[in-house]
């Protein structure tokens, strides 16, 4: 029995993790195609990071994507650099978003998932 008991233990250790990245991936597919369908167009109510998931709140609308700076030699984190009051815009389907802070543009683009 005390052979067999740390065996189970890794055996449900394992299907924890399993389970827990099938469900993590679904998340994901999840909330790439309602971001990627979705029209949006706003001002920024919220904005938060968890897991690698990078939310925003429009319209009380809540997003969640996976953003990745372009155009730029700079590192801006869409999660620490948009704030409450700016502006973003991405038409449906689109693979950019454009933030603009004070009258200037930046665009990201987005991991897909599919």
Known sequence: MKKIF??????????IIVISEVNGGKKAKRLYKQFYTS????IIQDVTASAGTTYFS???KRYGFWPR????NKDYR???????GDS???????????????????????????
């Open 39 to 42: 029209s949006i167009h706003g």
């Open 88 to 114: 973003v815009s991405k038409p449906a389907h689109s693979d950019t978003l454009r933030l603009i802070k004070k009258d200037k543009e930046y665009l990201f683009t987005f991991k897909k998932f599919r």
């Open 58 to 60: 429009i319209n009380g």
């Open 69 to 72: 700076r372009i155009l730029t």
């Open 78 to 84: 869409f999660s620490i650099f948009a704030k409450y």
């Open 6 to 15: 740390p065996i189970i233990v890794v055996v449900i250790f394992a299907c």
